[in-house]
């Protein structure tokens, strides 16, 4: 062209025939203006050949395509919307377009164009296109092809259309305690739209507030190719005050908002309550799994391991609480480690995960030492237990003698001193039943086994059995009895009103036996005085180098305190009366006689008798008095023997009673004067 430098332009076929090659070229022009006008010469030269081939053509370059843009466009849901391109040709063979097209994110629109304002002669259109009643489908890019006959397609540049609207509101969903979620919702407009994300709580008519806690992390991303806006809000490390409603309001560029519907955000969580238990023992362990739906598996694991034990389950429609029990039997050592739970659901892919609960193990920290104790002194048997802080399990004490299932029921004094608890039992005064073998055991409200101590071995040293005290008729055999815990076989001594030594011999015997620590002394006489005497034992165990003495026993001897009295000049028909009095004692019986015959209560005879302090008195009434009735009467005091008792009888002497008056007998009379011989007299 002149004026312009020359150009090789591009050669796009080149083929030989008989010795001749035929070569294509073409110059290719682009974004044409009117400077482009102007002919154009194309020069071909052959190598070895002075000069050239030229051949000239003309370009006219016209003005022609779009002489207007349309502004982006924004609207809502529902709107009548309207985009209008003005196009021109300078053309003058281009007098009309021959197709406009309008195009919606690329795809051909074939209704609601109107073309006017044509005006063929000066090749100018104007295009209108309506998009009536919008919905959000209908935002995206627009655009506009006019094609000529003669120079093609123009294309106009693209008209974003803003719908403003909600695309997708935030799901319900849930999300374990401690973990994090995220909230989504995508509405269509500008990029910029804004939105606040709010909550309240999950009840009707609860009021909405702008979520801003630090927990809380809000992102917008902007997609040009769709014209829409994802808002996410990320809540971390939840918490149950983040369960509840969650809205997303948004405010587009032309100051109008739109609020999602409500997504409900349920925190759900699972914790394993505190376990306690005891090697040997068994534990139930409780898990239980907060969501508004049922835990669909609950999986128990202990240590990081799934547990092989089977759980039992069950839902509480009432608070939402999935409730999930496991019991370990025959507890061991390595029982006591840590358990957790899982649980997942039907309605919500999320799972839930407790903390790890560490069980915890109730050991015997102190336990009972044995000894020897003496009768009648004071002594404490301890044990201490484990009771940690927030252990709430009602603790029950019980103090066993193993040799013979013995639970004592004397003092018992328990502490709880936290973290520990004690148990103290008080023996006093000791007495020869508290020798054994003694456990501490402790049982707790709840947990299944009892907690022991090691055992303790008490013995008791001392006179356990003191000679007993008691009375004895003359000539009665008389037996005491010593009894005495030692730790070796013991001497004994027994002694008489204190300062007389008794040895056997001489009608006195004493028998000694020893057999497991109890050693047992008999001292058996014939008893012979008349007033009390004093016996007394001690015992010598040469073990421990201890001196144990008795109590002194009194023995007493049985007596006719009171004899009867004779009787004189009792007139025949009335009453008659005589009292004996003995000695008291649990096994005494008064019998009269009259010669050698015992006489019965009934008839002639009242017999009967009444203990008064230390002495019985036994009273017989002859009633009425007649010559067969009077006489010698006496008593006997008779003592049954029991045990070591050996009895026997003391008699008293005799009373006379005697009758005065007239005394009938058949048909003959007699009469009986200051007790002299009868006298016949005649009727």
């Known amino acids: 062209k002149p004026g ?14 008989d010795g001749i090659k035929h070569v294509t070229n073409e110059l290719r022009l682009s974004g044409l203006t009117s400077a482009n006008d102007g002919a154009y010469t194309c020069m071909v030269f052959n190598a070895g050949v002075t000069g050239s081939v030229t051949s000239t053509g003309n370009l006219n370059a016209y003005a022609v395509g779009w002489q207007s843009t349309q502004a982006d466009v924004t609207g809502k849901v529902g709107d009548t919307k309207t985009f209008t391109l003005n196009a021109d040709s300078e053309s003058p063979a281009s007098t009309k377009y021959t197709s406009i097209q309008w195009f919606h994110d690329g795809n051909a629109i074939h209704s609601g164009v109107v073309n006017t304002a044509d005006t063929p002669s000066a090749g100018k259109t104007q295009t209108v296109l309506t998009v009536s009643t919008a919905t959000l489908s209908d935002a995206g890019y627009y655009s506009c092809v006019i094609t000529y006959s003669d120079v093609g397609a123009v294309t106009s540049a693209a008209t974003k259309f803003f719908v403003n609207g909600l695309v997708k509101g935030p799901s ?43 927990r809380a992390d809000t992102a917008a991303t902007y997609d040009s190719a769709t014209l829409t806006t994802t808002y996410t809000l990320t809540i971390t490390v939840l918490e149950a005050s983040d369960e509840g409603a969650y809205v997303a309001t948004a405010t587009y560029s032309d100051a109008t908002t739109e609020t999602s519907p409500a997504a409900a955000l349920s925190v759900f969580f699972a914790e394993v309550t505190q376990g306690y238990g005891f090697v040997g023992g068994s534990v139930t362990l409780t898990a239980k799994i907060t969501a508004n739906v049922q835990a669909k598996n609950v999986i128990w694991s202990k240590y990081g391991t799934r547990m092989t034990e089977t759980a039992t ?34 309605t919500f892919t999320v799972t839930v995960k407790s903390a790890d609960m560490t069980l915890n193990q109730l050991t015997m920290k102190t336990n009972p030492t044995g000894g020897n104790i003496k009768v009648g002194d004071v002594s404490t048997l301890t044990c201490k237990f484990d009771y940690p802080t927030g252990f709430t399990a009602v603790a029950t004490v019980a103090w066993v003698r ?18 520990g608890y004690t148990s103290e039992m008080r023996i006093f005064p000791a007495v020869a039943n508290d020798a054994g073998i003694w456990e501490c055991t402790v049982t707790f409200e709840g947990i299944t086994g009892t907690l022991k101590s090691t ?59 020893y057999s497991s620590g109890t050693f047992t002394s008999k001292l058996e006489f014939t008893f012979t005085a008349t007033s009390d005497e004093k016996y007394q034992c001690s015992v010598v165990d040469s073990t421990l180098t201890t001196t144990y003495t008795s109590t002194e026993a009194t023995l007493s001897p049985l007596v006719v305190t009171s004899n009867p009295t004779s009787t004189s000049e009792v007139a025949g028909g009335s009453a008659a009366t005589l009292t004996c009095a003995a000695t008291t004692h649990s096994s005494l019986a008064i019998s009269w006689y009259k010669g050698s015959t015992s006489l019965a209560d009934g008839g002639d005879y009242s017999i009967s008798s009444a203990a008064n302090g230390a002495n019985t008195e036994g009273k017989l009434v002859l009633n009425p008095l007649t010559l067969d009735t009077a006489g010698d009467y006496y008593c006997k005091a008779i003592y049954t023997s029991s045990g070591d008792f050996s009895g026997g009888s003391i008699t ?32």
């Open 455 to 513: 055992s303790a071995t008490v013995t008791v040293s001392g006179i356990t059995t003191q000679p007993a005290s008691q009375s004895a008729v003359a000539g009665a055999q008389v037996t005491f009895s010593c009894v005495a815990n030692t730790l070796s076989e013991p001497t004994i001594t027994w002694t008489k009103d204190t300062s007389t030594t008794l040895t056997s011999g001489s009608g006195t015997s004493i028998t000694n036996t």
């Open 172 to 214: 319900d969903l849930a999300g374990d305690r401690g973990g994090s979620v995220t909230l989504t919702a995508v509405f269509s407009g500008s990029s910029a739209t804004t939105v606040t994300w709010k909550k309240a709580a999950l009840t009707s008519g609860a009021t909405f507030s702008a979520v801003s806690h630090g």
């Open 402 to 419: 193993t040799t013979d299932s013995y639970n004592y029921v004397g003092t018992v004094e328990n502490t709880h001193d936290n973290p």
């Open 652 to 683: 008293s002497t005799s009373a006379t009673v005697t009758m005065i008056g007239i005394s009938y007998d058949h048909w003959r009379a007699s009469v009986v004067i200051s007790g002299q011989s009868r006298i016949p007299i005649m009727r």
């Open 4 to 17: 312009n430098s020359a150009d090789a332009g591009t050669e796009t076929s080149s083929t030989t025939t």
């Open 313 to 346: 389950n069950t839902y509480s429609v009432g608070n939402g609480v999935t409730t999930s029990t496991i019991t370990i039997t025959s507890l061991a050592a390595a029982d006591f480690t840590t358990y957790s739970v899982t649980a997942d659901f039907n």
